[in-house]
């Protein structure tokens, strides 16, 4: 008898602790959550504003916003592009911004890429120089 109350006394002060630690997960998962779907979010704005470069509009030779893609993983997001012509004059250079608006965490992400598209090329084939993302 003595036993079984000594055994159930050890395991009723380890539960406790326990469960502490098993909500502080929790905590931790929605946080991460939160800046993975911004970063997700800023991100699928680059991939419709290279998309949107590579359908040949809008005529990039001024900055531009570009239309779209609206709300992506519950946040606003805004694209905008800058174009110059490489001396090849078939190639297309363009730095394109995207910003996906506060979200839960109370952060914007930023994301810049620098593409190059091939504007003779039937597909308009694209290569990503270079890409980045940021939270601020």
Request: proline content about 6%; charged content about 10%; overall charge neutral.
């Amino acid at each position: 008898m003595i036993f079984v109350l000594v055994l159930v006394t050890i395991i009723g002060l380890g539960v406790g602790p326990l469960l502490g630690v098993a909500f502080a997960g929790a905590k931790t998962t929605s946080v991460a959550q939160a800046v993975d779907n911004g970063f997700y979010a800023a991100d699928g704005g680059i991939e419709y504003g290279i998309q949107t470069l590579r359908s040949g509009s809008p005529d990039c030779s001024l900055p531009v916003p570009i239309t779209g893609p609206g709300t992506l993983n519950g946040r606003a997001v805004t694209v905008g592009a800058t174009c110059t012509t490489l001396p090849d004059p078939s190639l297309l250079t363009a730095v394109i911004t995207s910003v996906a608006g506060v979200g839960a965490n109370g952060r914007i992400v930023t994301a810049v890429a620098k593409v190059t598209i091939n504007t003779v090329d039937p597909g308009r084939g694209a290569t990503v120089v270079s890409w980045s993302s940021v939270q601020s």
